[in-house]
């Protein structure tokens, strides 16, 4: 148990960080305690050119996640590599976005009002770090406010 800890936490201090939106997602985890379920929803980054862009919604793509100017994209990728994600194409408010692994399971203490119910309609954000191998990690959460991402106080 104390060094699965420690290669999070030295995952943490090495590995790229990056914001990303999400969307809620109910819940199935046979575990005690509280957490949210959540879905990323990254920005989709065609590189193919001879295949139009509505064409990809609803097709399954092999993407490579980066972080660009403290935000996750995912770049289209032709053929899986070693650490490529993949995940279905959608269309979200007019651009290509794909959630590209595992729901994110996020912990939350028993007294904080459930973050992924947003009353005011905001998106909830997930800071995550990139390892170099395996799929995102949840570090905190928060909401865009005038550009910018405020981290949500959950202590």
Do not use: C
């Not at 862009?53 to 032709?78: F, Y």
């Not at 959608?90 to 028993?110: D, R, Y």
């Not at 995102?136 to 928060?142: E, F, H, V, Y």
Request: no cysteine; glycine share 8%.
């Amino acid at each position: 148990m104390l060094s699965t800890g420690l290669l999070f936490w030295f995952d943490r201090q090495i590995s790229p960080r990056a914001w990303v939106p999400t969307a809620p997602v109910d819940p199935n985890l046979p575990i005690r305690g509280r957490y949210i379920t959540l879905n990323m929803v990254v920005p989709f980054i065609p590189t193919r050119t001879d295949v139009p862009t509505i064409d990809l919604v609803g097709s399954w793509q092999h993407v490579q996640l980066r972080v660009e100017a403290d935000r996750l994209q995912a770049m289209q990728k032709v053929r899986a590599g070693f650490s490529n994600h993949g995940g279905v194409i959608q269309l979200n408010e007019g651009s290509l976005v794909v959630n590209p692994g595992p729901e994110l399971a996020f912990f939350i203490p028993p007294d904080v009002k459930d973050p992924s119910i947003r009353p005011d309609g905001s998106t909830l954000w997930v800071e995550v770090t990139l390892p170099g191998l395996g799929a995102p990690r949840p570090i905190q959460l928060g909401v865009e406010k005038d550009g910018q991402i405020e981290p949500l106080a959950l202590r």
